[in-house]
């Protein structure tokens, strides 16, 4: 039997805790597609490992995706070190081709 190990299981599985998804709050048997009702409301739901269990609402498609996929300016930002000026190099330049 071709079986992983448990280790490489459990870190696939951790690896997934925390991740969110936005259902629909529809009732019955209604179509569940999140394009299909852009306007209903919708839960968010967080993976604990387990389960999905609630963690928040929005109030249509778009503001769910905006808590599930925020932008790149609301993101926190990483600034880059300064940069810092050459020195003078010890090694060999190269030599430029004729006619450039």
Known sequence: MDDEP???WAE???????????MP???GDGPKGAHLNPDAPR???RWNGYAWEPHGTAANLAEARR???PRAE???TVTAPQAQ???AGRGRQRKPRPGE
């Open 85 to 87: 000026p050459l020195k």
């Open 67 to 69: 808590l599930l996929h």
């Open 74 to 76: 609301e993101r926190p």
């Open 6 to 8: 448990l280790s490489d």
């Open 12 to 22: 696939r599985r951790d690896a997934k805790i925390g991740r969110l998804r936005a």
């Open 25 to 27: 709050l529809v009732t």
């Open 43 to 45: 839960v968010i739901q």
